[in-house]
């Protein structure tokens, strides 16, 4: 392309086209409030001291830049230093979780909660409305729906969990199905939550586990509760494809003609590359 008045020539920028996929859909959370937050978070609450899970961490201290008489005493004094050492290595035997037994039954973390949705090994999934962006927590919603298990979103879970288990924030909490420490705080939970709703997914997860657990007197295994979703789910697929099954006794296919193939309609050619030049 010339442009007037200049006699350099420039060629045009190219238009970098993207495609992606959008979906008409739009999904949110049914945000959990009033006394059946208050009852979830006082029910995690409990059971979470009652078990004494935490995590022990040091404290982060930060670097300071010493000068060099600062580094020639340290230096001096490095005899003075080793006793110190063996007692913060005795002292780092005992940081970590409390209990890494009660650790593995909990998913903690939206990356952790994804793994564990996507092997389906979650009965129960509690969400902070405090995630900021909110797509954080909302792709979620799909996976969770998609594998029958219960979600909702609790506001300040992260300001109350968090504390007690050492852990600076806590976007997302999942129990798992072979969790027997927490059976009865989900029981107590799980009719709390709303079901979601995800167009190709209509069940009601909700209703069916507390179906499941209506009889307080009996306290269902967590291979008895994955059994009732699993039972549920089947269900409902069951009734969908007897309701979308067609009536094909009337239709006649008929063979496919093609008449001619054209391999470029428009014909257009490609630009001839350019030869480059040999050095002399």
Do not use: Y
Not at 86 to 92: F, R
Not at 94 to 100: F, Q, R, S, Y
Not at 159 to 185: H, I, M, N, R, Y
Request: hydrophobic residues 35%; aromatic residues 4%.
């Amino acid at each position: 392309v010339t442009q007037q008045g200049t006699a350099a020539l420039r060629k045009a920028k190219k238009i970098t086209v993207k495609t992606c996929l959008d979906n008409p859909f739009v999904f949110q959370w049914k945000t959990i409030e009033g006394e059946d937050m208050h009852f979830i978070l006082q029910t995690l609450e409990e059971r979470i001291k009652h078990v004494g899970l935490k995590k022990i961490e040091t404290p982060r201290k930060k670097k300071r830049c010493l000068s060099k008489k600062q580094m020639e005493r340290k230096c001096d004094a490095g005899t003075k230093v080793l006793p110190k050492e063996e007692e913060t290595e005795g002292h780092q035997q005992n940081l970590g979780w409390t209990d890494i037994s009660i650790r593995r039954q909990l998913a903690i973390g939206v990356n952790e909660v994804t793994k564990a949705l996507e092997k389906d090994d979650l009965l129960l999934l509690l969400v902070c409305k405090s995630a900021k962006p909110a797509m954080v927590t909302s792709q979620l919603i799909q996976l969770s729906a998609s594998r029958a298990t219960p979600a909702g979103q609790v506001p300040r879970l992260s300001e109350t969990v968090a504390p007690l288990l050492g852990l600076t924030s806590v976007l997302a909490l999942g129990f798992k199905k072979q969790s027997d420490t927490f059976t009865e705080a989900m029981e107590a939970i799980i009719p709390k939550i709303p079901a979601l709703e995800v167009p190709w997914c209509q069940f009601r997860t909700a209703e069916s586990v507390a179906c499941a657990c209506t009889d307080p007197a009996e306290h269902p295994e967590p291979e008895q509760l994955a059994e009732a979703l699993g039972d549920e789910l089947t269900r409902q697929k069951r009734k969908r494809t007897e309701s979308n099954q067609l009536d094909l006794s009337n239709v006649i296919l008929q063979p496919l003609k093609i008449k001619k193939l054209v391999p470029n309609p428009n014909k257009v050619k490609k630009p001839p590359r350019k030869k480059k030049k040999a050095f002399s």
